[in-house]
DNA sequence: CGTGTTATTGATAGGTTTCAAGTTCGGTGG
DNA sequence: CCACCGAACTTGAAACCTATCAATAACACG
């Protein structure tokens, strides 16, 4: 059996549900297109985002029927999915199929104890500048030039939502930045990054880039 | 090759770090007894545990040749050890042994990203009680009467890194707790579980078991 | 029975949340 | 094209929770 037989693709428009926690999973899918979230909420509302999907990342996991967060769309997302169950034989069929999926859990799973490190011992200044050093990282692959522009994809209430702060709080640490010429907005949706050593200074982690993830 | 004719068996004492961060990786090893942890520092010594080591549970990662973080024995610990490079090459040879390690980094995957809620949205009394749930449902397998005596392994500062929160902290919430007739302390490493309906209020988590982990 | 480590408890300070106006922005219809 | 409208954002003031600083108490160990 050929992966490339059983692939369909599925869109979503941004603000939609992909996936709702507890529910039954039917196909596991790779990122094509757009920004997706996992997220877990509390019984009173409270939210955290605990992973955020880009392109190439994937959805799913053989062997589960069920998910434990929430898979949303912010932006239109466009996704290429296999069924599930048949996904699982194409997996016990071909062993390197499960030796990538492993690392790519691995992967995730360095990505999620950083993350764990920001969550319960970062200050919210440090929580802001991890989150925008991560933002430069991911938008230097495509555009490397001295001051580039980058693009924020969340709202202030995600990106609180992403770094257990409130809106508010996001709102004042990006003011603040502004007015320490680290950062510069042009629009509410894009801003520029002036002083990457100085914004590394603001991370909180070790001088040499100990977070990999 | 067979893994039986592997392995070998280390000791650590109390309070030995088992690999340090960024350590070249030797071997991977699974917990005969005893209890680590797995942590995360910053420059300024801030640290964040990550991960919770109990028998059973499985230390290293194939095709990785270091670890981000450190690990470090919270009482006298037994591993069973197997050379990495040998242990990858039977994981190439027998894939179901690669299936069982991406699940079990599926499952270290759903704690972590619990922790994350809990890091980043919990109060400190919810984040205590929820510590306390989870050390209930450990013991419940061994002693299942209905008041059931809890053993702490760690100290009230490990405990404080695990949650995120400060010694001081921890030890005022214990002491809520007991105040509310929801704990009972007979010293300060063991404590008996008095309400454990009145606890699980106390997790903020969804009344149905939501929480998987 | 000291002595050092671990834990408890109190007082204070500080950072983040909460509550509450305003403001900017993007989209829509006149 | 412009005015309006709602959503998203910014900013301020006050409250609250947790951290910090500090002193005391309990325990483990020699």
Redesign the interface.
């Known amino acids: 059996m050929i992966l490339e037989s059983m692939k369909t693709y599925r869109s979503f428009a941004a603000g939609d549900v992909i996936l709702w926690r507890g529910e039954p999973l039917e196909f596991v899918a790779s990122m094509v297109s757009g920004v997706a979230t ?1 997220s ?1 909420t ?3 509302g ?3 985002m ?2 955020l999907l880009l392109p190439s990342d994937f959805i799913g ?4 029927t069920e998910i ?2 929430d898979v949303t769309a912010t932006v239109d997302v466009t996704l290429c999915c296999f069924d599930r169950t048949k996904f699982e034989k194409v ?2 069929e071909t ?1 390197h199929i ?2 990538r ?3 790519l ?2 992967d ?3 990505a ?6 920001l ?4 200050t919210a200044r440090e929580k802001i500048a991890t989150f925008i050093e991560m933002l430069a990282r991911r938008s230097n692959l495509q555009a490397s030039f001295d001051a580039p522009e980058i693009k924020l994809n969340l709202t202030r209430d995600q990106i609180a939502n992403y ?2 702060l409130t809106l508010e709080t996001v709102s004042r640490q990006f003011s603040a930045l502004k007015k320490d010429g680290i950062i510069d907005f042009a629009d509410r949706k894009h801003f520029t990054l002036k002083d990457l050593a100085a914004l590394r200074d603001e991370t ?4 040499d880039g100990g977070v ?1 993830a």
Chains 1, 2 share one sequence.
Do not use: C, S
């Open positions: 996992l877990k509390l019984e009173d409270r939210t955290q605990v992973g996991r053989p062997g589960r434990e967060f997996v016990q062993p499960a030796q999926l492993m690392e859990a691995l995730e799973l360095d999620a104890r950083d993350w764990m490190l969550l319960g011992r970062k770094l257990g909180g982690d070790d001088a990999v």
